[in-house]
């Protein structure tokens, strides 16, 4: 009698164990699906035209993340100066809460960024009596990161601290001209690096890689 009890004990007992590890399993297979999805998802996503870069100019897509165009007959040996108006940032609410000074720094960092791109003629070959380039900038959206998020690497996992930054750059054949080239591109927070430790980082960051694209995207 007793070894039939123990014998029904342990066949509960394998029951159950064999419950527990099928719902652990389960769960687990679960979480695997559900994460990647929920870090695809938490990424900032293409961001809509607002309307600096003038409607009429056809863009095309690089990326998800970035559009840009050039008018087909663009001749970059033809210019010899480039001039950068100052950037703007239009898009009210559109900024987080950086208050003034950081939305200066922000600002400034890329009116100088696209200075030092365009420092040096589009072309080698230049005329000597060429054409002026006149460009116009706009920060359209900064989402600031959460720099306590994103101190310890278990609290990056959803990236709920990261942000982004958005730009609109656009260049016309002298001032008031028609328009020769445009780019647009909204830029995420780099898990590898130091931006995330800063609200405006990720706007900072961006500065350069936006001032070189655009410069890449006129002299090709």
């Not at 961001?47 to 970035?66: Q, W």
């Not at 990056?156 to 020769?180: F, N, P």
Request: glycine share 6%; charged share 20%.
């Amino acid at each position: 009698m007793r070894i039939a009890r123990y014998s029904a004990r342990m066949q509960l007992k394998q029951v159950s164990m064999r419950s527990y590890t099928s719902s652990k399993f389960v769960a687990t297979a679960l979480i695997a699906l559900v994460l990647p999805a929920t870090l695809v998802a938490c990424g900032s996503g293409p961001k809509a035209r607002t309307g600096f870069i003038p409607r009429d100019v056809a863009m095309g897509e690089v990326d998800d993340l970035t559009k840009s165009g050039r008018a087909a007959d663009f001749d970059p040996s033809q210019y010899t100066a480039v001039v950068v108006a100052p950037v703007t940032m239009p898009e009210r609410g559109a900024y987080g809460d950086l208050d003034a000074e950081q939305l200066e720094t922000c600002r400034k960092t890329l009116e100088d960024a696209l200075r030092e791109a365009f420092a040096t003629p589009l072309a080698k070959n230049a005329s000597a009596n060429g054409r002026t380039l006149v460009v116009y900038t706009a920060i359209t959206a900064i989402k600031p990161n959460q720099p306590l998020r994103n101190i310890a690497p278990q609290t990056q996992i959803l990236k709920r601290g990261y942000g982004y930054a958005s730009c609109e750059i656009y260049a016309t054949d002298g001032q008031g001209g028609a328009v020769v080239a445009a780019f647009m591109q909204t830029s995420d927070t780099q898990r590898l690096s130091d931006e995330k430790l800063s609200q405006t980082g990720t706007a900072r960051r961006a500065a350069g890689d936006w001032a070189n694209a655009f410069r890449a995207l006129l002299a090709r």
